[in-house]
């Protein structure tokens, strides 16, 4: 049978941002999938030799929207291991609160997209009216809905004083209840199932293989995430990752709608922890040396890889982000499928093109 | 302070990452740094269980390395934006997009269906 290329993006209805594949079919069979970057690369890792390694804040912050609060708090836990700076206890507690609202937004908007991706009006429009709400708590608590920018080296630059505490703890409860509420819509509902069951499958071993990350990797099975490393405030929070075992489209989503939940809890269990001390230890030097960080966004394990001389100007920002990891498992996953089943899959990964365009 | 990575020669690391890889170490990304204006260094991190572990490569700015995609498939797409950065090339990758993962149109503007467009690299003006 004769191959054809079609060409998927880098301009398509499923995509916010700009990706290509060519997507190789017989008849209406994907045979194989060769994706191309750099329609939006930025350089933003070699901007570290042109700002000082505070203003790299602002510039991390901007790798991705959706996550910049956890982009800026992985960058600033390896300046502060770096100068050996000491983080305070509401700091961290803070740092959990804003990070865990940040997943929660990311992750409503992801479901509404991917309901949006199938055709779910409804339950599309439903999510980003529940999603409004928490933008509504970061607007209010930090002064902007998408880049947050409360990190500092030493700890963090807002607060939360006892109504805003109340207020955070009375809407996610409304958040909550309203989540719960499309439960059975996205976990059961038919037109859901047909469009997600045992579509787009990655096996345990192949997602572990070709190092997919965050929910990818937990759909399939694998109980991995960076929040085990204990970052931040996660030393004194009860957290167990949410796992999945099917490892197709209809897991991932489900592995997503599970971590809303979750991290509605994660901001009580925050929010319970926050104690009177200081926003921000005092930062005295340069930083110097060279360190590894992780953490959980989103979309799934965030490493940065820092090396600085003593001098304001780091040497060297390595950013490898999620989505970056998350490609090759989702060019082995699209071989075999039907070609109008492709958006769908494609979106499965909650692809973000921004935080890979670094 | 600087972070632990076992120092490897070119020659040994396709032997040393597949036995890695045997062991059920997950390969997470490699990072290219400058060390002076002749040479640099690639760091592979690979994960087990949350533990890190890190292997250090020296090379040549321009020069080449041993390509560990034919072990680990996830690293083709790391190697070739190596490749795209810091002109490092890698022998044997198992798919090669010949220093244009990032630029893909300088030399064949074909690749977005419905228009055609250059892209043209500059020298920086220090």
Redesign the interface.
Known sequence: MARSVI?FG?QHPVLPEPI?LSIVVEDEKVVEA??????V?RGLEMLATKRDYNQMIQIVERVCGICSMLHSMCYCQGIE??MGVEVPRRARMLRVVWSELHRLHSHLLWLGLFADSFGFEALFMQLWKIREKVMDLNEATTGNRVIVSVNVVGGVRADLDESQVRWIRDTLADVEAAIKSLRSTIMNDSTVCRRTRGVGVLSRQAA????AAGPTLRGSGVA?D?R??KYAGFDEIAFEPVVETDGDCWARSTVRFRECLQSIDLVRQGLDRLDGGELAAKVKGKP?????T?VEQPRG?C?Y?L?GNGDKFL??V?I?TPT??N???LA?MLPGLDFANVPVVVLSIDPCISCTER | MAIEATPIAPARLVAEVTRLAAEGWRLVTFSSVEIDAENMEVLYHFDKDLVLKNLRVQVKKGGTLPSVSGVIFAAFLIENEIRDQFGVTFEGLVLDYQGKLLNDCVQTPATSPFCRYQVTRKEEVR
């Open positions: 060409p880098p290509h060769l994706p191309t970057l750099g329609y690369h291991e770096m572990y293989d070709l190092g991995q960076m085990q490393l110097e040396g060279e360190v590894i992780r394990e490493l890889y090396k040497d060297r390595r490898r970056f990891a490609i090759p498992p082995a």
